[in-house]
């Protein structure tokens, strides 16, 4: 069985370029959440998405959202770009909610310029 | 708000050898806690999870404990080897909320 993958592993922006990260769950997972993960912050939960409805989102600016699509792939936009967006991105997925385990994928690593 | 810390920061020990890894949350109405290990610039695999209404759970050389009124976790790795080297990040979910919480994780290096 395929893991979480995330596309692309890696991307250079400058500041107030906008982005796309792309994340296809694990076949049959239902559940995509997504994660900031940086030095200083550490990991933090940016929003979940199940059956194409967002169901939680973290604490962050309206710059950062999300979709998903009926396939259950999922996609994260940022736009105006800032210094401090520069972070891995991971995306996770699981069959449903609940007690279900999360499986991660390898990540999107952003840096802003 | 929920917290999760985990202690200590970094971990040094030689080959064979077995320990623990601690973590403990402030809230203590949680749904379940989860045992990760992140290799550098990677993604995070789960290594255990532990319902809130289970006391432990083991994979091998790996045994995670739950003691959820006091609000800790421990993680115990048994006979360690260099390739058991990594963050390990322990994260809760609470009840009525669908996200993680992290711990800062614990870096742990295993000399040969």
């Known amino acids: 069985k395929a893991g979480v993958t995330q596309t692309p592993r890696y991307l250079i922006k400058t500041r107030g370029q906008q982005v796309t990260l792309s994340c296809s769950p694990i076949?049959?997972?239902?559940?995509v959440s997504w994660y900031q993960q940086t030095p200083g912050q550490g990991l933090q939960f940016l929003f979940e998405?199940?059956?194409?409805?967002?169901?939680n989102k973290g604490n962050f600016p309206g710059r950062f959202s999300g979709r998903q699509f009926s396939n259950s792939r999922s996609e994260m936009n940022v736009s105006t770009l800032e210094l401090g967006d520069s972070a891995l991105y991971l995306c996770a997925s699981s069959w449903d909610t609940g007690f279900h385990t999360q499986y991660f994928g390898p990540g999107t690593r952003l840096t802003v310029l | 708000k929920q917290e999760v810390t985990q202690i200590p920061a970094a971990l040094s020990v030689p080959e064979g050898e077995n320990l623990v890894l601690n973590c403990s949350f402030t809230?203590?109405?949680?749904?379940?806690l989860q045992w990760f290990r992140q290799d550098p610039g990677k993604g995070l695999t789960s290594l255990l999870l532990i319902q809130s209404s289970q006391r432990e759970q083991t994979s091998g050389r790996l045994n995670a404990s739950l003691d959820k009124s006091s609000g800790r976790s421990t993680l115990y790795i048994a006979a360690s080897q260099p390739g058991d080297s990594a963050t390990y990040l322990c994260a809760v979910k609470g009840q009525g909320a669908q996200k993680l919480v992290f711990g800062q994780g614990t870096r742990l290096t295993i000399n040969p």
């Open positions: 076949s049959g997972h239902r559940s």
């Open positions: 998405y199940f059956s194409e409805t967002q169901r």
């Open positions: 809230d203590s109405a949680i749904y379940n």
